[in-house]
């Protein structure tokens, strides 16, 4: 007597690919026929199952659903599009922020930078939180593209450094320049 | 040339002359291709979760996938193929997090009744509702190998390399899964 059959022979015998020679010990065998009939009462009610047709929907579905797919890929190509045009608009300020801070610092020189003194950098550093920064801070808190918040993220710290460097007006004329290019985006 | 005309000259290609269409930018294609294959797919998607409401909504989420995955498309398999595999995947996706809605089955509208008096119609019609309710209580990969090998017919190989694993691993999955409803429905 040959050893009983593994669950994958059995699942063979089930399937009709098991081999001659455990073909041969299924034929002898009364516990392994047991277990291959047992598998077979459930594959024979999966079966059942299985050989129901599919109910066919209503005649107008095929012609709803074609309308459905149209819409669903129109709204998402529209979605990819407004999303790459705002991420492009954000993109083109932080451009202009860079030339709005490179300007700035050119037009600096390094010893006023060094005579200011703690109490001085202490209100300069308060008064970062004016309207531009409120501004780029209200923009990037609005922004529910959760790529473009990480993407941006990394860089607030550097918006905070870079609008540190711009004096009063050069901050609001970079908060103008920013608010144009976003009206324009969303347009 | 008249919308009309163009659907009419799109209907005449085969698969692969519609997908190249489409890629080169001939949208309209895509409902070509639609049309074409929502039957099929719609069917695939039903054997999964049993109601035309979810069918549809899987449905509409294949083709959505399709369209964003077609430039992909080389015509190494036949659309219809790269279709049934986009639409079990997607429904595999979906059905992992969500149990299926079972409508009660219909018993009239299985495929072969002949021959049957209505009482072992109505009685088979209880034995598929019972055979469902246990395959949704499956781990969700017992699960997956049953709707695969059953309910679509692909090769323990063809499961193998959806689910990932080797195909000694998706017999053994199927195994299992077949001892688990023996136990619940014998219970
Ligand atoms: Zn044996």
Redesign the interface.
């Given at each position: 007597m040959t050893t009983h059959l593994t669950?994958?022979e059995?699942?063979d015998a089930l399937e009709g690919t098991v081999d001659a020679a455990r073909s041969a010990h299924l034929h002898d065998c009364a516990a392994c026929r047991r277990e291959v009939a047992?598998?077979r009462?459930?594959?024979d009610?999966?079966?059942?199952?299985?050989?129901?047709?599919?109910?066919e929907?209503p005649p107008m579905?095929?012609d709803q659903?074609?309308v459905?797919?149209?819409s669903?890929?129109d709204t998402?190509t529209a979605a990819w599009w407004m999303g790459a045009r705002g991420w492009m608009s954000l993109a083109a300020a932080a451009a202009m922020l860079l030339l709005v801070v490179s300007w700035g610092a050119r037009q600096r020189t390094p010893v006023a930078d060094v005579v200011v003194s703690q109490a001085d950098a202490a209100i300069e550093t308060e008064a970062i939180g004016d309207t531009a920064q409120q501004f780029v801070s209200d923009v990037l808190a609005s922004l529910e593209d959760e790529a473009v918040h990480e993407v941006l993220r990394p860089a607030t710290g550097a918006f905070d450094d870079a609008l540190a460097t711009l004096s009063a007006s050069e901050r609001e004329a970079f908060a103008r320049l920013l608010q144009a290019e976003l009206t324009e985006g969303s347009e | 040339m008249t919308d009309s005309k163009v659907t009419a000259d799109l209907s005449a290609l085969d698969d692969l002359a519609l997908v190249r269409s489409f890629v080169d930018g001939e949208r309209t294609a895509?409902?070509t291709i639609?049309?074409r294959h929502?039957?099929a797919v719609?069917?695939v998607c039903?054997?999964f979760v049993h109601n035309?409401e979810d069918a549809?909504d899987l449905?509409?989420d294949v083709?959505?996938r399709a369209?964003?995955g077609l430039k992909a498309f080389r015509g190494d398999a036949k659309l219809s193929t790269w279709l049934h595999r986009v639409a079990v995947n997607v429904c595999l996706n979906r059905t992992a997090l969500v149990r299926p809605g079972i409508e009660p089955?219909?018993p009239a509208?299985?495929?072969?009744d002949r021959s049957e008096d209505a009482f072992g119609m109505v009685a088979?019609g209880e034995?598929?509702a019972?055979?469902?309710r246990a395959?949704a209580q499956l781990p969700p990969k017992q699960r997956a190998t049953?709707m695969l090998r059953?309910?679509q017919e692909l090769s323990h190989e063809a499961i193998a390399e959806i689910l990932g694993g080797t195909v000694?691993a998706a017999?053994?999955n199927?195994?299992h899964a077949?001892g688990n409803?023996?136990r619940m429905?014998e219970s």
């Open positions: 669950d994958d059995r699942l047992d598998l009462q459930v594959w009610g999966l079966m059942v199952d299985a050989r129901t047709e599919v109910p929907p579905f095929w659903l074609q459905r797919v149209g669903a890929v998402r | 895509f409902d639609v049309a929502q039957r719609y069917q039903y054997r035309h549809a449905t509409q083709f959505v369209f964003k089955l219909d509208r299985h495929v072969d088979r034995r598929a019972d055979v469902r395959i049953v059953v309910y000694g017999k053994a199927f195994f077949l409803l023996k429905l």
